[in-house]
């Protein structure tokens, strides 16, 4: 049965005399017990090695994972440097307690990517006093399973950045301390984090010097932290907390926010790609200048127009709560408190909190919004990254209109059609009052001038090319758009 299999080696090793079926077997034979197929770690020259494999026996500055509140054996070691093999990706470990806790000399974390933490129910301290550290990638770790994320991160003073922005923290019960010390930070997305559970948020942000900009999604309720310990969460933070435009006002009355004179924002996050975007928030601006970043301008749909396939829109001075909005982002990124792609749309509300609205007021609008995902409707247009709306195919159960966001809606609207509807057109374009235009595919060239643009005409400010997009240097020859006609430019 195993002849020949030299390299056979089990609970013994291959002997040419004993290969029948006698030696298959974990005892005295070829075979390995699976119990002792786990993961270890070896420290050697400063570096801890995560592995996953058939281990009988540890030998010297070798350990086994411990679970529950156990301490690793690996504690007291002089770390530099972090390894988690490839074979590491087989474990399931189900605590992480302690387990880097005061490396002040480790700087480097590789293959973290390897490191499964489906099970993990434990992050007490795991990182706790790495000071060394200036990056950690965090950003794929499955959170679902944990309990305790207290001072997860203290004391973590050099890290710049950190992405917990996908952390499913439904099931944390104490998040005490979790960034306390994290001197370096200057932003902290935690739009993802859920309090159902939470029961202590003691110094989370406290001795945060440098972070300006701490992002909240709606599972982070701020009428829940006054029933919880919050003791100085946020002391000695001057971050500015942005929230979801639903919990604008949860979070702007909250004693406890209100305690540390925090300055709460709503916000809400964009494709950072496109030119434009659609908004409808449920509270309201006057967007002074200063008092709004992400956008420059924002536009109300006043008329639609079948015939020419486009949509007529209106610049808007104010946002006034629950009317939707199609907004012109940000050509070149701006710096953002750390959000310098431009991923965010975000104002200072108008003081009367008397204007929020609890419903989109889309009555006599042919912009329609939402301040929840939705699935959109069939038969609507959503407008999409080349700066057209497109239609929704009426059987439509998987495209969707995102939170905060509008649609086109022309089903009872027969404004330059007559009797059929909009139901032919493919696709409409916006132009804008004063004969800007984007995705002009649409639109034709003045046929009394054969679209050609001359040099004693009127300069005009602004060319777009066939594609919608704004050109900041036309090339004498080719054709762009302007004033909503097709031209060549000759200067």
Same mark, same amino acid.
């Given at each position: 049965?195993?002849?020949?299999?030299?390299?056979?080696?089990?609970?013994?090793?291959?002997?040419?005399?004993?290969?029948?079926?006698?030696?298959?077997?974990?005892?005295?034979?070829? @075979?390995? $017990?699976?119990?002792?197929?786990?993961?270890?770690?070896?420290?050697?020259?400063?570096?801890?090695? @995560?592995?996953?494999?058939?281990?009988? =026996?540890?030998? $010297?500055?070798?350990?086994?994972?411990?679970?529950?509140?156990?301490?690793? *054996?690996?504690?007291?070691?002089?770390?530099?440097?972090?390894?988690?093999?490839?074979?590491?990706?087989?474990?399931?470990? =189900?605590?992480?307690?302690?387990?880097?806790?005061?490396?002040?000399?480790?700087?480097?974390?590789?293959?973290?990517?390897?490191? $499964?933490?489906?099970? %993990?129910?434990?992050?007490?301290?795991?990182?706790?006093?790495?000071?060394?550290?200036?990056?950690?990638? %965090?950003?794929?770790?499955?959170?679902?399973?944990?309990?305790?994320?207290?001072?997860?991160?203290?004391?973590?003073?050099?890290?710049?950045?950190?992405? %917990?922005?996908?952390?499913?923290?439904?099931?944390?019960?104490?998040?005490?301390?979790?960034?306390?010390?994290?001197?370096?930070?200057?932003?902290?997305?935690?739009?993802?984090?859920?309090?159902?559970?939470?029961?202590?948020?003691?110094?989370?942000?406290?001795?945060?010097?440098?972070?300006?900009?701490?992002?909240?999604?709606?599972?982070?309720?701020?009428?829940?932290?006054?029933?919880?310990? $919050?003791?100085?969460?946020?002391?000695?933070?001057?971050?500015?907390?942005?929230?979801?435009?639903?919990?604008?006002?949860?979070?702007?009355?909250?004693?406890?926010?209100?305690?540390?004179?925090?300055?709460?924002?709503?916000?809400?996050?964009?494709?950072?790609?496109?030119?434009?975007?659609?908004?409808?928030?449920?509270?309201?601006?006057?967007? %002074?200048? *200063?008092?709004?970043?992400?956008?420059?301008?924002?536009?109300?749909?006043?008329?639609?127009?079948?015939?020419?396939?486009?949509?007529?829109?209106?610049?808007?001075?104010?946002?006034?709560?629950?009317?939707?909005?199609?907004?012109?982002?940000?050509?070149?990124?701006?710096?953002?408190?750390?959000?310098?792609?431009?991923?965010?749309?975000?104002?200072?509300?108008?003081?009367?909190?008397?204007?929020?609205?609890?419903?989109?007021?889309?009555?006599?609008?042919?912009?329609?919004?939402?301040?929840?995902?939705?699935?959109?409707? *069939?038969?609507?247009?959503?407008?999409?990254?080349?700066?057209?709306?497109?239609?929704?195919?009426?059987?439509?159960?998987?495209?969707?209109?995102?939170?905060?966001?509008?649609?086109?809606?022309?089903?009872?609207?027969?404004?330059?059609?007559?009797?059929?509807?909009?139901?032919?057109?493919?696709?409409?374009?916006?132009?804008?009052?004063? *004969?800007?235009?984007?995705?002009?595919?649409?639109?034709?060239?003045?046929?009394?001038?054969?679209?050609?643009?001359?040099?004693?005409?009127?300069?005009?400010?602004?060319?777009?090319?066939?594609?919608?997009?704004?050109?900041?240097?036309?090339?004498?020859?080719?054709?762009?758009?302007?004033?909503?006609?097709?031209?060549?430019?000759?200067?």
């Amino acid at each position: 049965m195993f002849s020949g299999c030299k390299k056979l080696k089990g609970d013994i090793e291959y002997n040419p005399s004993k290969v029948d079926k006698t030696y298959a077997t974990v005892d005295g034979g070829y @075979f390995r $017990n699976i119990k002792y197929l786990r993961p270890w770690v070896k420290f050697v020259d400063g570096v801890l090695t @995560f592995q996953y494999g058939y281990k009988e =026996t540890v030998g $010297n500055d070798e350990y086994l994972l411990v679970g529950g509140t156990s301490m690793p *054996g690996w504690r007291y070691k002089d770390v530099t440097k972090v390894v988690f093999d490839k074979t590491f990706e087989q474990a399931r470990p =189900t605590s992480c307690y302690e387990w880097f806790r005061n490396f002040e000399k480790l700087s480097t974390i590789e293959g973290i990517e390897n490191f $499964n933490t489906s099970k %993990v129910r434990i992050m007490y301290r795991m990182f706790d006093g790495c000071s060394a550290l200036t990056s950690l990638d %965090v950003s794929n770790f499955n959170t679902s399973e944990v309990t305790d994320m207290s001072s997860m991160f203290f004391g973590c003073s050099r890290l710049t950045s950190l992405d %917990v922005s996908h952390f499913n923290t439904s099931n944390v019960t104490s998040m005490y301390c979790m960034f306390d010390g994290c001197s370096a930070l200057t932003s902290l997305d935690l739009s993802s984090f859920d309090i159902l559970n939470l029961k202590n948020v003691g110094y989370m942000f406290a001795k945060t010097p440098n972070l300006s900009a701490i992002y909240f999604g709606n599972k982070f309720d701020a009428g829940k932290l006054s029933s919880i310990s $919050n003791t100085d969460m946020f002391s000695n933070s001057p971050a500015t907390l942005y929230c979801s435009p639903l919990q604008y006002e949860s979070f702007k009355s909250n004693s406890i926010i209100a305690s540390y004179g925090q300055a709460v924002k709503p916000y809400v996050s964009i494709n950072k790609t496109p030119e434009y975007g659609t908004l409808c928030v449920p509270v309201g601006s006057s967007l %002074v200048a *200063g008092s709004f970043t992400g956008f420059d301008k924002l536009y109300q749909v006043t008329n639609a127009d079948k015939n020419k396939g486009s949509i007529t829109l209106t610049e808007a001075k104010s946002i006034e709560p629950g009317v939707p909005y199609v907004y012109h982002r940000y050509l070149e990124g701006v710096d953002f408190d750390g959000k310098n792609d431009m991923s965010v749309i975000t104002f200072e509300v108008d003081a009367d909190a008397s204007s929020s609205v609890t419903a989109p007021k889309n009555e006599g609008h042919l912009l329609k919004g939402t301040f929840e995902s939705m699935v959109a409707k *069939g038969g609507s247009y959503i407008l999409q990254t080349d700066g057209n709306f497109h239609p929704v195919a009426a059987d439509n159960t998987t495209l969707k209109v995102g939170a905060y966001r509008a649609y086109l809606d022309l089903s009872s609207t027969e404004i330059g059609g007559g009797d059929e509807g909009f139901g032919e057109a493919k696709a409409y374009s916006m132009v804008f009052e004063g *004969g800007e235009a984007t995705g002009i595919d649409r639109i034709n060239g003045d046929s009394s001038n054969k679209g050609i643009y001359d040099q004693a005409d009127l300069q005009p400010k602004v060319y777009f090319d066939l594609m919608g997009r704004k050109v900041a240097a036309p090339q004498k020859g080719e054709i762009y758009i302007v004033n909503g006609k097709k031209v060549v430019y000759n200067k």
